[in-house]
């Protein structure tokens, strides 16, 4: 299995730039998420899909970010207009069963600097 | 609010040494907790879980230690090698009435392991 693959790895824009970060879940898994990593933040969960559906998109930061998962083998983060404090590394997670109480698998991240 | 702190950033054992991370969490309602790896440069990897019914789980070479009373959890790590060199992250869910089992991430903890 090639594990929950992300991309780009990483992308360089400047300010007021579309950004948009791909993902592609592990075959089978009913869960996906998006998370953002910085220094002083930690981990945040942005949102998360069971079976395609987004379940809480509480995490997301402003109206800047959509999420979306037109079928079980893809989703996309997009951040219209991009700002310099956007830039983190963002991460997609899947798991298998539906809702979060099960382990999550990460993928590599993509490293975002927005200029 | 709820939310799950670790006691120490930094952490530098020698090789061969045990290792102990520390992870207080302020949620009493929490009943799933998970530690997770995160190498440089790539995405947090699970290590092992611990649900609130028990006190104490083992995997390989790792242990986790779960003190419900004092609402903290531990993670003990046998004849610490190099490639365990990395940040921890511990998180925590529930599954309480109406919460959707969202993983709450602590800060993370970095092992440093001297050769």
Same mark, same amino acid.
């Given at each position: 299995?090639?594990?929950?693959?992300?991309?780009?790895?990483?992308?360089?824009?400047?300010? /007021?730039?579309?950004?948009?970060?791909?993902?592609?879940?592990?075959?089978?898994?009913?869960?996906?998420?998006?998370?953002?990593?910085?220094?002083?933040? /930690?981990?945040? *969960?942005?949102?998360?899909?069971?079976?395609?559906?987004?379940?809480?998109? !509480? /995490?997301?930061?402003?109206?800047?970010?959509?999420?979306?998962?037109?079928?079980?083998?893809?989703?996309? *983060?997009?951040?219209?207009? !991009?700002?310099?404090?956007?830039?983190?590394? =963002?991460?997609?997670?899947?798991?298998?069963?539906? @809702?979060?109480?099960?382990?999550?698998?990460?993928?590599?991240?993509?490293?975002?600097?927005?200029? | 609010? +709820?939310?799950?702190?670790?006691?120490?950033?930094?952490?530098? $054992?020698?090789?061969?040494?045990?290792?102990?991370? #520390?992870?207080? =969490?302020?949620?009493?309602?929490?009943?799933?907790?998970?530690?997770?790896?995160? +190498?440089? /440069?790539?995405?947090?990897?699970?290590?092992?879980?611990?649900?609130?019914?028990?006190?104490?789980?083992? @995997?390989?070479?790792?242990?986790?230690?779960?003190?419900?009373? $004092?609402?903290?959890?531990?993670?003990?790590?046998?004849?610490?090698?190099?490639?365990?060199?990395?940040?921890?992250?511990?998180?925590?869910?529930?599954?309480? !009435?109406? #919460?959707? @089992?969202?993983?709450?991430?602590?800060? @993370?903890?970095?092992?440093?392991?001297?050769?």
């Amino acid at each position: 299995d090639a594990g929950v693959i992300q991309s780009p790895r990483h992308e360089v824009t400047e300010m /007021g730039q579309e950004v948009t970060l791909r993902c592609k879940p592990i075959s089978g898994h009913n869960s996906l998420f998006w998370y953002r990593q910085t220094m002083m933040r /930690g981990l945040e *969960l942005l949102i998360y899909f069971n079976n395609n559906v987004p379940i809480d998109d !509480s /995490g997301m930061p402003e109206d800047r970010f959509s999420a979306k998962m037109p079928n079980a083998s893809f989703s996309t *983060l997009k951040i219209q207009p !991009s700002e310099p404090r956007d830039s983190a590394v =963002y991460f997609c997670a899947s798991s298998p069963r539906a @809702g979060t109480r099960d382990t999550q698998y990460f993928g590599p991240g993509t490293r975002l600097t927005v200029l | 609010g +709820e939310s799950v702190g670790l006691h120490l950033p930094t952490l530098s $054992v020698q090789e061969g040494d045990n290792s102990i991370i #520390n992870c207080a =969490y302020s949620n009493s309602a929490s009943d799933y907790f998970i530690w997770y790896k995160q +190498e440089s /440069g790539k995405g947090p990897q699970f290590i092992i879980d611990i649900r609130s019914n028990m006190d104490k789980r083992q @995997g390989q070479r790792v242990t986790v230690l779960l003190n419900k009373t $004092v609402k903290h959890l531990s993670l003990q790590i046998a004849a610490t090698q190099p490639g365990d060199s990395a940040v921890y992250f511990c998180a925590e869910t529930s599954m309480a !009435s109406g #919460n959707t @089992g969202k993983l709450i991430f602590g800060q @993370g903890t970095t092992l440093q392991v001297k050769p």
